[in-house]
């Protein structure tokens, strides 16, 4: 599986941006992770592909949302009333098949390069 994400840039807090995770092949989940500076990697969202079941972490529940395309090779991640605490490098991440842990970063097996999201308050 390989992935590519794009979508980010810079904006001002209350506005809203789309991030997409193009992905050859059909994973079992594709996540979004990010990171900010200084800070470790933290899950954001994730989407199960079987059963379109959603995961978000509480820090973007309400205001974030995932979804995939109807061509299935897309995940976007859409992103509203962003903040200045959400200016991080945001990752996708797939996995393949097998015991799924959707917030653990380990979980994932294939990565895409990241995309800069930045919040100005």
């Known amino acids: 599986v390989q992935l590519q994400a794009s979508g980010g840039g810079l904006v001002q807090a209350g506005d809203s941006l789309r991030l997409s995770c193009l992905a050859s092949?059909?994973?079992?989940?594709v996540g979004w992770f990010r990171q900010a500076p200084g800070k470790e990697r933290e899950f954001v969202a994730a989407?199960?592909?079987?059963?379109?079941?959603?995961f978000y972490s509480d820090s973007v529940k309400g205001r974030f949302t995932i979804s995939r395309s109807n061509a299935e090779n897309t995940v976007y991640l859409q992103m509203n009333n962003l903040k200045p605490e959400d200016t991080a490098v945001y990752y996708c991440?797939?996995?393949?098949?097998?015991?799924?842990?959707?917030?653990?970063?380990?979980?994932?097996?294939?990565w895409g390069q990241g995309t800069q999201v930045t919040v100005s308050s």
């Open positions: 991440a797939a996995h393949e098949g097998g015991y799924y842990y959707a917030t653990h970063e380990g979980t994932y097996n294939y």
């Open positions: 989407f199960r592909y079987g059963d379109s079941y959603e």
């Open positions: 092949g059909r994973p079992y989940a």
